[in-house]
């Protein structure tokens, strides 16, 4: 049974992909190297040959420039001291390179607009069987996030996801102001304020979460 590799180049300038490239690739098989089953010059030979390829894919076809960063990831056997490539296993990722000006720009433009501020308002969508009760969060019109609350003791607990920015709200204990309605609404600015950062898929699968305990 043939022993499939796989080299990856990581995230690197597309200037120096063909440097990391066969870099990589000695690195790899440097044992194989002391043993005697693949020789040195047939590393730098392979290295070549995927590198004329890459250079075809992204400098003439995709017109990637030296500034952009690539990451680049194919399968490869050795077999009877020859390394033999698996191009059906190339997969090439590609990330243009903002230039500087436009960068600064951007960061001129939003600073002069000062920071956002964010207005949150909720509205009850239900209760769960055992009395939580679940609210949707609106930014103006445009539905945000969720959460849910339970109450217990004069004070209720609240937990919840927003979107845009993705962030989470913790399970925090919030003194009863009249209702359960009255007491989140109070204090939803708070609580988005405190919200943590989070990655989109956490953040739905919290609300996830929560939908389904209607």
């Not at 919030?174 to 953040?203: F, M, Y």
Request: hydrophobic share 45%.
């Amino acid at each position: 049974m043939k022993l499939i590799n796989k080299l990856s180049t990581g995230l690197v300038i597309a200037g120096a992909y063909a440097t990391k490239v066969r870099k990589t690739l000695f690195a790899q098989l440097k044992e194989e190297v002391k043993a005697g089953i693949v020789s040195s010059s047939e590393i730098a030979r392979a290295a070549g040959e995927l590198n004329r390829i890459l250079f075809e894919i992204l400098v003439n076809r995709l017109n990637i420039d030296k500034g952009d960063v690539v990451r680049i990831r194919i399968e490869y056997v050795v077999e009877e001291g020859k390394i033999v490539w698996r191009f059906n296993t190339l997969e090439i990722e590609a990330f243009r390179r903002i230039p500087d000006a436009d960068v600064r720009e951007a960061i001129q433009e939003v600073l002069q607009k000062g920071i956002p501020s964010f207005t949150y308002t909720i509205k009850r969508l239900g209760s769960t069987p055992i009395g939580d009760e679940v609210f949707a969060i609106y930014e103006n019109d445009e539905e945000v996030g969720i959460l849910v609350a339970t109450p217990a003791d004069g004070e209720v607990v609240v937990r919840g996801a927003l979107r845009n920015p993705p962030r989470i709200i913790e399970k925090t204990k919030l003194t009863l102001q009249g209702s359960v309605e009255e007491t989140v609404s109070k204090n939803i600015q708070v609580l988005s304020e405190r919200a943590k950062p989070a990655a989109d898929e956490v953040v739905e699968k919290v609300i996830k979460e929560i939908e389904d305990l209607l």
